[in-house]
């Protein structure tokens, strides 16, 4: 697929017109993400973001994420194609490198995360984006490795976050809440291991949810931007790095 990929970029840019005609292809290239209809609503909703299309704009949605970490198989990849931004700017995205965040950590604290589990709750984030649930339905629950390893570079990632990761298991709440909230503050905090995109009309971004967090600043409250989102679906669960 990755092959594919690159020669269909390459072909992509001598022949198409522009960049969204790039988006179709990619799309044609990619299945979009085949997780449960409360998560697809969830994506969904960001072809047209704005902070205020029902979000109740005093919660706390300004962190850092993966897309859908709750789910049992968490995104591989999203590609983002901004149409309009903000007409007054702002609305930038950070990514930070989850691999660095890892590495980052003193060296007892890293040994002791390795072969822990955290739980990822849809609940805690879907739910702010007014994601209701039908009779029958529940939101997507899921465990996963607090470090996971990539699995084609083999290196170790720090996968949990403040949207999503709801404790860490085996530690009381107030051990996991402190926990948890060290962590995200490490991720979101440290310039070392983040970029900032600042987005123009026509500007598409791709990247890997396996071991990187993006945060979208919400600075511009009321206006909109406009966007098309591909979610590439991903065939396997995050594997524990040991």
Known sequence: MVDQLRQQTLRAGKVLENIQDMVGVVADLLEEVAVNDIVRAAIDSCYEESRVYGVDV?????????????????????????????????????????????????????????????????????????????????YPRAEH??????????????????????????????????????????TESNPRWQCRVRWSANTLVMWDNRCTQHHAVWDYHPNRRLARRVTVQCAEPPMAYS
């Open 58 to 138: 005093s919660l706390d949605l300004d962190r850092s994420e993966p897309d859908v970490s709750c789910d049992p198989l968490p995104p591989l990849a999203s590609l983002l194609f901004i149409q309009q931004p903000p007409p007054d700017g702002g609305g930038d995205t950070m990514f930070a490198n989850m691999c660095e965040a890892y590495h980052a950590l003193s060296t007892p604290l890293k040994k002791w995360l390795v072969g822990r589990m955290a739980e990822h709750d849809g609940r805690k984030d879907l739910a702010a984006y007014n994601v209701r649930l039908n009779p029958g339905q529940t």
């Open 145 to 186: 490795p607090i470090v996971t390893r990539h699995p084609q570079t083999n290196e170790p990632i720090l996968f949990v976050n403040a949207s999503f990761t709801s404790r860490l298991v085996g530690l009381s709440k107030a051990e996991s809440d402190a926990m948890l909230d060290m962590l995200c503050a490490h």
